[in-house]
């Protein structure tokens, strides 16, 4: 079954980095996912798609202090130099053939 | 530059139906994929279906929580995709987001549009 797992929160300073991460269920660890983010009551953005080997392809206009990264079944997001418009829900999406699945959301806090 | 724009939300009793409207535009949508994707209040992101471009067949797949009420189509000419959604429930209550795919994964969105199955 196609799961993607994120950590419910994280959180991290104005000016600092921080890394999120989405875990492919057993049996995916090839899949390749997206990252979107989620401001407070707005919807969606499209920030980047992250493949296996780490390497990614960013959205329209998505900021150089956003970078993905992989290793085994984890897909990674990294954020630096974090502003207050960063304060975020992050999604992680996968798909196969038939489906597409997203995971649960991690709520990121700036400090 | 690509523009998405749900429309047909509203309030709707149970068991009735709705069909939602996304009306694309700055890209070629005849040949995209096209995804659905709801939101209950204060949850996240829920995939309900997508409907592939004619070139694959222009058909659906549907997320099980759905499948057999809801029905995806699309009018290529006029660019719009369809939400079918039929014997609502209240746990159907959402924004809903249509959005464009891009080899799998949702690549542009639209701003929503809000569902509300009550009696």
């Known amino acids: 079954q196609l799961v993607l797992t994120q950590s419910p929160s994280a959180s991290a300073s104005l000016g600092a980095s921080v890394k999120l991460t989405c875990t492919l269920s057993?049996?995916?660890?090839?899949?390749?996912i997206a990252w979107h983010q989620q401001q407070p009551e707005k919807g969606p953005r499209y920030l980047m798609k992250?493949?296996?080997?780490?390497?990614?392809r960013k959205g329209d206009g998505i900021p150089d202090r956003f970078s993905g990264s992989s290793s085994g079944a984890e897909r990674y997001l990294t954020i630096s130099s974090l502003q207050s418009e960063d304060e975020a829900d992050y999604y992680c999406?996968?798909?196969?053939?038939?489906?597409?699945?997203f995971g649960g959301g991690t709520k990121l806090t700036v400090l | 530059e690509v523009q998405l724009v749900e429309s047909g939300g509203g309030l709707v009793q149970p068991g009735r139906s709705l069909r939602l409207s996304c009306t694309a535009s700055?890209?070629?949508?005849?040949?995209?994929?096209m995804s659905w994707v709801r939101q209950a209040p204060g949850k996240g992101l829920e995939w309900v279906g997508f409907?592939?471009?004619?070139?694959?067949?222009?058909?659906?797949e549907y997320a099980a929580s759905v499948k057999g009420r809801f029905s995806i189509s699309r009018d290529d000419s006029k660019s719009i995709a369809y939400l079918q959604m039929s014997s609502l429930k209240t746990e159907d209550t959402a924004v809903y987001y249509c959005?464009?795919?891009?080899?799998?994964?949702?690549?542009?969105w639209g701003q929503g549009t809000l569902v509300t199955v009550s009696s």
């Open positions: 959005s464009r795919e891009e080899s799998g994964n949702s690549d542009y």
């Open positions: 409907i592939r471009h004619k070139a694959y067949g222009g058909t659906s």
């Open positions: 999406q996968t798909w196969g053939n038939d489906i597409r699945v």
């Open positions: 700055g890209f070629t949508f005849g040949v995209c994929a």
């Open positions: 992250v493949n296996s080997d780490g390497s990614h």
């Open positions: 057993s049996g995916h660890s090839s899949s390749a």
